[in-house]
């Protein structure tokens, strides 16, 4: 079992080609509204597993009305640039304890 979770790491991003990613890619998801995109979580700490996802937090223009479904779609795209799963968090969406951990262990892409 271990063997093949090694391989299988393998095939995931780390948080540096995560961070060159998203940076590849920033005016693209500038565009769909995002100002502010940080990485945390286990990608961060180098703890990811075959089961991880890659936790992302964005901070989003105020002006750039969007809806849940468009936040859907923008984590759904990000998910296809990394070819991982995203759990997408919203910045204004944290409870304050648990935002000092984030922003304790976060990297931001841009």
Do not use: W, Y
Not at 26 to 43: D, H, K, M, P, Y
Not at 47 to 74: G, K, M, N, P
Request: proline content about 1%.
């Amino acid at each position: 079992m271990i063997e093949q979770e090694a391989c299988a790491k393998l095939f995931f991003m780390n948080r540096d080609q995560v961070i060159a990613t998203l940076r590849t890619h920033e005016s693209e998801l500038r565009a769909a509204g995002i100002v502010r995109l940080s990485l945390f979580g286990s990608t961060v700490r180098g703890e990811e597993r075959t089961h991880s996802d890659i936790d992302l937090l964005a901070a989003f223009d105020e002006e750039h009305l969007l809806s849940l479904i468009d936040v859907l779609r923008i984590e759904n795209q990000i998910g296809e640039l990394l070819g991982q799963s995203v759990d997408l968090v919203e910045e204004g969406c944290l409870k304050p304890r648990v935002k000092e951990s984030v922003d304790r262990g976060a990297v931001r892409a841009f």
